[in-house]
């Protein structure tokens, strides 16, 4: 099983491009959800999506842009990319069952914004 | 509001010593705690659990953590540290909220096992 699915696994980006991060997972799981990871900040929600067709503002949403037209997929977009930016993303996925459901991870992707 | 504390950023111990990685939580509400674990370039994975079932939670790889409310503590342990414990550990809290889970990470405790 491939669970969780991240592309591209690294990217460098110019100042003020855009990309686009694509998640896809296979375990039919209604919650998704968008991490950055920096050094001593541990992981911070960006944003997250609770089914087909919904997304919803994590603690650090700005700059950072979403869309989940498929319940396998979790796309994360950023329209101009600037080098705070620079981090690595993970994306993760939970069944609908309340807060004792575990997470399942991605292996990130690595973006660096020169 | 939620949050969690892990005490270290960088853990070392021996090879064969014990390992004790620390989590102190804050929760308005009865929280429920997680232990992950991220090794070097990849996603993280669950460790173990805790779900009021019982105070003392055993995960993979030989971890174990203990609930302790009057402490507001999580911490997790392993007798014996082997090499390939080498990684980072995070420990999480999550409670309902607006009919989600809200789940709150700390921020990381990166373990080094010395041969």
């Known amino acids: 099983n491939a669970g969780v699915t991240q592309t591209p696994k690294f990217r460098v980006l110019k100042t003020g491009q855009s990309m686009t991060l694509l998640c896809a997972q296979d375990?039919?799981?209604?919650?998704m959800y968008w991490y950055r990871q920096d050094p001593g900040m541990g992981l911070r929600l960006i944003h997250y999506?609770?089914?087909?067709?919904?997304?919803a503002k994590g603690e650090v949403p700005d700059g950072y842009n979403v869309s989940r037209l498929k319940k396998q997929n979790f796309l994360l977009g950023l329209e101009s990319a600037a080098p705070s930016q620079t981090s690595v993303y993970f994306c993760?996925?939970?069944?609908?069952?309340?807060?004792?459901?575990?997470?399942?991870f991605g292996q990130g992707t690595r973006l660096t914004v020169v | 509001a939620q949050s969690v504390t892990q005490l270290g950023s960088h853990v070392s111990v021996s090879e064969g010593a014990l390992v004790l990685l620390r989590c102190n939580y804050s929760?308005?509400?009865?929280?429920?705690l997680f232990w992950y674990v991220q090794y070097p370039n990849q996603g993280l994975q669950l460790l173990l659990k805790?779900?009021?079932?019982?105070?003392l939670v055993k995960g993979i790889n030989g971890f174990e953590a203990e609930f302790k409310k009057s402490e507001t503590s999580f911490h997790l342990t392993k007798p014996s540290a082997h090499m390939s414990d080498a990684a980072e550990y995070f420990c999480?809290?999550?409670?309902?909220?607006?009919?989600?889970?809200?789940?709150?990470f700390g921020t990381g405790t990166k373990l080094q096992v010395i041969p």
């Open positions: 999506s609770v089914g087909e067709g919904t997304t």
């Open positions: 993760a996925s939970s069944l609908l069952r309340g807060p004792t459901t575990e997470a399942f």
């Open positions: 999480a809290v999550t409670i309902s909220s607006g009919g989600y889970q809200k789940v709150t």
């Open positions: 375990m039919n799981h209604e919650y």
């Open positions: 929760s308005s509400v009865p929280p429920y």
């Open positions: 805790y779900t009021s079932a019982a105070t």
